[in-house]
């Protein structure tokens, strides 16, 4: 079956976020991801490949179709397409607390880099953190660009969305402390001996929602100019605050230790 | 003085790093930057504004040009030009190693690509990290992404580019630690009361080259599932790697214990 002109303009509506959510569908792209795919439980509905690939994936999955190079330039997401598209199901969006009890668990609020929540699901998985809860204004993990940049780790870490003040709420009566990321917060390295809780960070301008904050007890900030021995260290002075996916990793390597 | 159309073709010269590195100068663009860059002791050549932007900056700079939006768009590395743009003398590519004794100091095998070598810069800005030595065939800090990443770190980090093996052999006779960031190492957590030494970081794609690795004299890495309490944690199994600037501020965050 080779990919028709119709099921184009039904894949580039995917290319939106409207258009992902009411069919329950996404994009992934690339050989490395599409391979992780097709041996993951994920449920892939359609799967395109360019003359030059189809006879491996045809190998690995008989419903591949082929789709000539111009019509795939119109499918992909990417600038260079890599001749490999898989339309795969998203999952549930739902969790339960059982999953995240005597754990650490990550929480975006208002995010809106791609990019950014890619690299903080790649880094969710590199520490073991299974669950990020994000504000339901947070950027869409289906989103192809966030998709890419997790480099396949949005297969093993569940990311939903959900209203955030009941759920640190609940989180919190569940006895998780909640730590968020500020500008004037407790150093976070004093916080030793953490094992579990839910980890706050805002979104790269705004910061905190003030709903959000109000309900953080434990706000955490990461001192600058930590390797910096001579006492002359203008502590703070000089940055304005880390990226949110540079933040993250900072806090997931100082909760770790 | 407007500029000219003469002067367009020598900066968008300036786009390319040979061009860069014969003329000696880069380019900085968009309000903050350029803002911070006035205030700076970098040394600007010529200052740029399109219309909405010119009173600001004649304000701040009687040299600053008037340019067309047309022309500016021709000069602007930015997809969405900013309105305000500087020439700038590069930094002297020197440093002594009385500079980074008893300091912790960054190095960089063969980075390529320009936004994490300014996300690094950034990093190292904040961690209070002053040098950053480059292997000659890492991506040039004067590439406009480099410089448009660091969001101004740039300004006070020295970034220098040498041939890496004499600089470790150096670092070495100076008493100098060499750390590199390897697959295979010791846990970096394990490096407890460290307070200075040699860094060393890899390329995106391979890693520490043959040569560099052999002057290394403690390999560390960054261990997975470091937040994941459970049993049955697979250490190490779900990715390849974390991104090069992610590995970086890890690493930086453990020393700074």
Sequence with gaps: ???SKN?????T???QKKHRQSAGLFIVEGEKMVDELLASTWQIVDLFATADLFEKYHALDKRVQLADSHLFSKISTLKTPA???AIAKQAANDFSFEDIKNKFTLCLDGLRDPGNLGTIIRIADWFGISTIVCSEDTVDVYNSKT???TMGSFMRVKVVYTPLVPFLINAKAQ???LFGAVL?????Y???GVTKGIIVMGSESHGLSAHVLACIDEPITIPSKLLQLSSSAEQGQSIDSLNVAIATSVICAVFAK
């Design 190 to 192: 004093n916080k030793k």
């Design 147 to 149: 998709i890419q940049a």
């Design 7 to 11: 099921k184009v303009s039904e894949i």
């Design 13 to 15: 509506a995917l290319h």
């Design 184 to 188: 004037n917060g407790e150093n976070v």
């Design 1 to 3: 079956m080779m990919l």
């Design 83 to 85: 001749g490999i598209l």
């Design 175 to 177: 006895d998780l402390p």
